[in-house]
């Protein structure tokens, strides 16, 4: 089994990247989700979602992308991931892909609403509300109500 922790405090650095994502603070949450990797070469799927994550928050759709297909890669059955690549492709204006992806959520989870996950994501943890409702907005154009 793959070590998810290393003495070296990556884990810390994992946790506190996805906090500070989901509060909105993706500037900050960048450097720490790339020191994570840098300092667990073991690294679990997780980090490289919150690395993605960093990059959504800001707004690099693009950059996400690599990091979501490491977590997909490490993960394929996580239907999480797959609710985070629709969402991106769709911010993109790739909507076949988003489609596909959406497809593969209700696949994997059928019974995932877009509200169910916009409470378990964000809870009532931001301030500013355009970050989640540009997530919404993304997965309901890719085909999840």
Known sequence: MRPFWTANNALAY???SDRLARLGR??????????????NPVAPWWYFAHLGHAHWVI????????AYKETKHRSPNLHAIRVWLAETYSLLGREEEARAEATEVLR??????VDGYMKRFFGSRIKDQAYPERVANALHKAGLK
Do not use: C, V
């Open 108 to 113: 994997l989870k059928p019974d995932f609403s």
């Open 26 to 39: 993706g500037k900050e949450a960048l450097p720490l989700a790339k020191k994570a990797i840098r300092l």
């Open 14 to 16: 994992d946790h506190l």
């Open 59 to 66: 707004g690099q759709y693009e950059e996400p992308l690599a």
